[in-house]
């Protein structure tokens, strides 16, 4: 493309500023999925969506197989510490917001009150990020599927 380090540089920032840019739009759109599951009508179908469209999104061979914000963060080295707290920060907050929809479910009587909304979101938040795993080491998305499958038969209802 014929661009040098300090035109880029010039044009974007540093190194960390360019990533702060290509993940906010990486969360706008390739995985702005999250935010749609999270806006289903039962929590069940919040569960089933998320991880559906994971596996979806993991598994499309237009891009890297994984997740960004999950693949990046197991990278280690001494410069990667502040995109490790951003990344960190990132799988934080969808996993707050599942918390809060699951806490809604609870009050609307679509989760029974017993359920630990924060539990149920760092489980799908685990499968998420393992699927994420999984995938870059070969796992099919039949595979994912039957993951899937087998998380939503333990879904409270």
Same mark, same amino acid.
């Given at each position: 493309m014929g661009i040098n380090k300090p035109s880029l540089y010039a044009a974007f920032g540093n190194k960390e500023e360019i990533f702060k840019k290509a993940l906010s739009r990486y969360v706008a759109g390739p995985v702005a999925f999250i935010q749609e599951a999270i806006n289903q009508p039962t929590a069940y179908e919040v569960a089933q969506s998320f991880l559906i469209k994971a596996v979806e999104f993991f598994t499309n061979t237009k891009h890297p197989k994984g997740c960004l914000i999950?693949?990046?963060?197991?990278? &280690?080295?001494?410069?990667?510490? $502040?995109? *490790? &707290?951003?990344? #960190?920060?990132?799988?934080?907050?969808?996993? /707050?917001?599942?918390? *809060?929809? +699951?806490?809604?479910? *609870?009050?609307?009587? &679509?989760?029974?009150?017993? #359920?630990?909304?924060?539990?149920? #979101?760092? +489980?799908?938040?685990?499968? /998420? @990020?393992? $699927? =994420?795993? @999984?995938?870059?080491?070969? #796992? =099919? *998305?039949?595979?994912? $599927? @039957?993951?899937?499958? +087998?998380?939503?038969? =333990?879904w409270p209802r």
């Open positions: 999950v693949q990046a963060a197991l990278s &280690d080295s001494a410069d990667s510490l $502040m995109v *490790k &707290d951003l990344l #960190a920060k990132y799988r934080y907050s969808y996993e /707050h917001l599942l918390a *809060k929809r +699951f806490e809604k479910a *609870k009050k609307e009587g &679509d989760l029974p009150t017993d #359920a630990n909304a924060e539990t149920l #979101a760092k +489980f799908l938040s685990t499968l /998420h @990020q393992g $699927m =994420s795993v @999984q995938v870059t080491s070969g #796992a =099919s *998305k039949g595979e994912l $599927m @039957q993951i899937v499958e +087998f998380a939503l038969k =333990s």
